[in-house]
């Protein structure tokens, strides 16, 4: 399916006048080695977030604007923080390697010939899996070896239990069968649901799609941070509100901090839980992506937050979406790549593999950026709170929903795009890091 028809379907299904006529797409899938069309895809989801922008600027200034992309670029957008290069680090040091994968793809066969993933990104998931397994936390051999006397299921379960993030691989078709799957398919790819009343907000006046917009970002690694990045490129003021509770990835924040400020919040304090309460109260946007319930145990939920600010955008991010038996589990993209059927279907030699990007990252972002602008709209003509509800999950079951591509095309495929197109794409930033190249 082109990404012209698949911009279509989005803007359908946020009740938004079809557009796909007046976007430019050049180029075309396979661009990478997968049989998803990762480009199209991607370029669909980037192109609805910038039309959406375009016709925010359209209601408040009469200009029109002209959309394009371009299939290959969106594909290496799908990827954008494997650019990432530090070439003169603010500390004076000597630039810093490329992070390397550190123990492979994580995926290891069980006792009863299933492979089970271990998400290893941060210190405290991979400390509470070494407990499980009683290894090392940096023991590949050990590692291996412990995963092989358990069964998938039940090191699963155990894992997750003891607050850490796995999969065990599964098909597509155990995928649909499985409870989470059977949730999913009750539910659309996003959800723009107003569920509040207030007085219709006129776009402020400003030189962008989003000036004037204040976003406060309680996000962390990709897809939320995406979201925000992407509000941010199109002018509105973004504050990330970080914790220093939890290890966070320096890398990603590279990728997505651009156009934002940053902060740090204990909200387990009556300080913190006041601060944010004040901040929310001028606030347009509040996207958090931290587990369903979470924030809302802490009095942060939609109509708490609604109540602060009536009037707010409530972006909400989930790795499983917010019904079925794994609503409350933490997941990353690649969790949700081995546990959907993705990383199966990308197998090569009978060894499950991963698309070769973070699509479900991404995509998800660009499509929390394009509903938040969406209701944004809805605010202006009609007034009005609203919850914008995403999930990996739900964005990779459109994504599996798509045609596969041609197996001998993808795998003609080289691993990126040419050196000299890449550079093209590419820009350099002085940042707080120090001065970063990556894409545009």
């Given amino acids: 399916m082109a990404a012209g028809a698949l911009l279509d379907d989005l803007l359908r299904a ?17 661009v ?36 394009s992309v371009d299939i290959d670029a969106a594909a290496a957008a799908m990827r954008s923080s494997r650019y990432l290069r530090i070439e003169s680090p603010a500390d004076g040091t000597n630039p810093r390697p490329p992070r390397a994968g550190g123990g492979g793809l994580g995926i290891y066969p069980t006792a009863d010939g299933r492979w089970m993933y271990y998400q290893r990104l941060f210190p405290h998931h ?29 090191l699963e379960d155990a894992i997750v239990e003891r607050g850490a993030c ?15 799957g059977r949730a999913l398919a009750t539910l659309p790819l996003f959800e723009v649901l107003r569920f509040g009343h207030s007085q219709p907000e006129p776009l402020p006046a400003a030189d962008r799609p989003l000036g004037g917009i204040r976003v406060l970002d309680l996000t962390r ?18 504050l990330r509100i970080g914790t220093l509770a939890l290890p966070d990835n320096e890398a990603m924040m590279h990728d997505t901090g651009h156009g934002k400020r940053s902060a740090a919040l204990d909200l387990t304090s009556a300080e913190g839980i006041a601060r944010l309460r004040t901040l929310i109260g001028g606030a347009d946007v509040f996207a958090q992506g931290y587990r369903p319930g979470s924030l809302a145990s802490r009095g942060f939920g939609p109509l708490e937050v609604a109540a602060l600010r009536p009037g707010i955008v409530y972006v909400t991010i989930s790795a499983f979406g917010h019904t079925g038996p794994w ?7 690649s969790v949700v790549q081995a546990a959907s059927g993705i990383a199966d279907d990308s197998a090569i030699d009978g060894v499950p593999r991963f698309a070769p990007a973070n699509p479900l990252d991404y995509m998800t972002g660009y499509l929390a950026a394009f509903g938040v602008m969406v209701a944004l709209a809805r605010r202006a003509e009609e007034g009005g709170s609203y919850l914008v509800r995403v999930s990996l999950a739900q964005t990779g079951r459109w994504l599996s929903s798509l045609p596969r591509l041609e197996p001998s095309l993808a ?19 002085e940042t707080p890091f120090g001065r970063l190249r990556h894409l545009k």
């Fill in 32 to 67: 990478l080695p997968s049989r998803f069309p990762l480009g199209e895809a991607g370029a669909a989801t980037i192109a609805a977030a910038a039309l959406q922008a375009a016709r925010l600027w359209q209601h408040r200034t009469g200009q029109t604007q002209q959309v």
């Fill in 166 to 180: 796995a999969a065990m691989v599964r098909s597509a078709d155990e995928w649909a069968a499985h409870g989470q």
């Fill in 327 to 333: 609503r409350d589990r933490r997941g990353f993209d």
């Fill in 221 to 238: 690694v990709l897809a939320g941070p995406t979201c925000a990045r992407t509000l941010a490129e199109h002018g509105a003021d973004v």
């Fill in 126 to 154: 991979r400390a509470r899996q070494a407990n499980v397994l009683q290894t090392a936390p940096d023991d590949e051999a050990a590692i291996a070896a412990a995963t092989a006397t358990w069964t998938g299921t039940e």
């Fill in 14 to 30: 946020a009740e938004r006048p079809p557009g796909a006529d007046t976007v430019q797409f050049t180029g075309a899938d396979p």
């Fill in 411 to 429: 795998a003609a495929e080289p691993a990126d795009l040419p050196p000299e197109r890449l550079a093209s794409l590419m820009m350099t930033t």
